[in-house]
Each structure stands twice: as C-alpha cells, then as structure tokens.
C-alpha cells in the first residue's frame, strides 16, 4: 500500500499542525491578519481580511513607516445561567500585524474604512522636504 506524501504512519501533517497552531492560539499568542499592500499613484492601499470583528474592535497605528493593524475578539458567553455552549469554533483573542513601508505616510490624510470584513486603509506618502541651499557668509 503507498502511503500519501503528506502523511505521517502515526498522525496525518494537517493534524499536527492543527494541534500546533491551535495550542498557540489557546495560549493567547495573537494571530497574524492577512493584507494586501498596493501602490496607486502617491497613495498605499492596504487591503487586510478581519472577518468577524466590530469596528470598534480594531485599530490601527502610523509610526513613520510602519503600520500596525490590531484587532480582538472578545469571547461573549450566553448570559442566561440556563443556556451552555457545548461545542464552539469560533475564533476569540487578538490578531495582529505590522509591516514597514518604503516612504513615511502622511498621518493628517491617511483614512480607514472597515465593510463586510475587510478593513482598506489609504496611506498617502508624506512629500519630501525640499532641501535649503545655504548662502555661505
């Protein structure tokens, strides 16, 4: 009998990485938020999938060059005594991503919108300073 290339005799891959990944999420480590980073013109455009979360529950920060996009997932329990979950995937904690860009964005005009699950981000570039000549006295 031939064993798949992507099996193990004792335990199948997907199911070691799935017992992996899932003891670092329990654990508390953030996951990471997949995005799509775009150049249009003077402009980025970030494009990041965050299913399942408010609004209200996700953040961005600008410092220079680097973008920081946090979001969390607060576990909400039935709050009636006579209700119980008895089995659940649903996703719950944080998720995370940072990413360096090649120009420092422009804080004052960039903008955020968050619909259906994908939060776009446009990050103008910051203009360059123009240089000073100095006259020599």
Same mark, same amino acid.
């Given at each position: 009998?031939?064993?798949?290339?992507?099996?193990?005799?004792?335990?199948?891959?997907?199911? $070691?990485?799935?017992?992996?990944?899932?003891?670092?999420?329990?654990?508390?480590? @953030?996951?990471?938020?997949?995005?799509?980073v775009?150049a249009?013109?003077?402009?980025?455009?970030?494009?990041?999938? $965050?299913?399942?979360y408010?609004?209200?529950?996700?953040?961005?920060?600008i410092? @220079?060059?680097?973008?920081?996009?946090?979001?969390?997932?607060?576990?909400?329990?039935?709050?009636?005594?006579?209700?119980?979950?008895?089995?659940?995937e649903?996703?719950?904690?944080?998720?995370?991503?940072?990413?360096?860009?090649?120009?420092?964005?422009?804080?004052?005009?960039?903008?955020?919108?968050?619909?259906?699950?994908?939060?776009? $981000?446009?990050?103008?570039?910051?203009?360059?300073?123009?240089?000073?000549? $100095?006259?020599?006295?």
């Amino acid at each position: 009998m031939l064993t798949p290339v992507f099996y193990s005799r004792r335990m199948p891959v997907s199911t $070691l990485f799935a017992d992996a990944f899932g003891a670092m999420q329990r654990e508390g480590t @953030a996951r990471a938020i997949p995005f799509e980073v775009t150049a249009k013109g003077q402009d980025y455009l970030v494009t990041a999938d $965050l299913p399942g979360y408010r609004k209200e529950d996700i953040a961005v920060e600008i410092d @220079a060059t680097r973008v920081t996009i946090r979001a969390e997932v607060r576990d909400e329990k039935p709050a009636d005594g006579e209700v119980r979950v008895l089995y659940s995937e649903r996703a719950t904690g944080r998720a995370e991503r940072s990413f360096e860009l090649a120009h420092e964005i422009d804080e004052t005009r960039a903008s955020a919108r968050y619909v259906d699950g994908v939060l776009t $981000l446009v990050l103008p570039k910051k203009v360059a300073e123009t240089r000073k000549l $100095l006259a020599i006295q």
